[in-house]
């Protein structure tokens, strides 16, 4: 029965950008269906790392199984490979130990290869494929939406906020950056750039 387990994982910060860290569903509910009693995690370029102690008193342990203590997502860079791997990370550095009956004990690790390849280049916002981001290309994202026979051939140049989906909060997105002091679109944005997986066919205005 463990008490509590602490880890870093490592990964290259010039082909992934860790957006999100947690606890995950199990060690987020360890604590008789709540969160442990302690925890610190911490998020650096690299990587991250969280240190847990289910129970301050000992009332509760996490039995012998497979778990989901952690959880990650990644924003991809730039096409290459990394490594998620367990690392040291903080001062002083995290242990990637596992507390059994009050003693740490090490535990086998297994690292992951992340492969990134390349992607559709476009430039974010660039819904009418001009080469930048004026008020037609907020019209053009209407149209996508409300106009039989407007699709975008690179969605991804619509989805103006980054969320994985192109609907009103795009085009509100472009009128807001251009008349509200509101956010810029998210990468790749002024310049062209690539997006691993983006759903793009011919016609952008990039190199």
Same mark, same amino acid.
């Given at each position: ?5 602490? &880890?870093? *994982? ?9 957006? +999100? ?8 509910? !360890?604590?008789?269906? @709540? ?13 991250? =790392?969280? @240190? ?5 008193? @000992?009332?509760? =342990? ?14 991809? $860079? ?30 086998? $690790?297994?690292?992951?290869?992340? *492969?990134?390849?390349? @992607?559709? *280049? &476009?430039?974010?916002?660039? =819904?009418? &494929? ?13 149209? +996508? ?5 407007? =699709?975008?051939?690179?969605?991804? +140049? ?15 997105? !472009? $009128?807001? &950056? $251009? ?21 793009? +066919? ?6």
């Amino acid at each position: 029965m463990s008490q509590g387990w602490s &880890f870093s *994982v490592c990964h290259d910060p010039s082909v992934l950008a860790l957006t +999100s860290a947690s606890l995950g569903a199990d060690g987020a509910t !360890v604590n008789d269906g @709540g969160p442990p009693d302690f925890f610190t995690l911490e998020i650096f370029p690299e990587g991250w =790392s969280v @240190g847990v102690v289910i129970s301050m008193v @000992g009332a509760t =342990s996490l039995p012998t199984g497979t778990f989901e203590i952690g959880a990650t997502t990644y924003d991809a $860079l730039a096409p290459g490979s990394t490594t998620l791997c367990p690392c040291p990370l903080g001062q002083p550095a995290t242990a990637t130990v596992i507390v059994y009956s009050g003693q740490s004990v090490a535990p086998i $690790l297994d690292c992951q290869t992340v *492969v990134v390849e390349d @992607g559709p *280049v &476009f430039i974010r916002g660039d =819904s009418n &494929f001009d080469g930048g981001i004026d008020l037609a290309d907020g019209i053009r994202i209407l149209a +996508s939406l409300f106009t039989t026979g407007m =699709s975008l051939p690179c969605h991804d +140049s619509g989805d103006v906020n980054g969320d994985a989906v192109v609907n009103i909060a795009d085009a509100v997105a !472009v $009128l807001m &950056f $251009l008349f509200s002091d509101g956010a810029p679109p998210v990468a790749p944005f002024p310049e062209c750039g690539a997006v691993p997986g983006a759903d793009c +066919s011919a016609g952008v205005a990039c190199p």
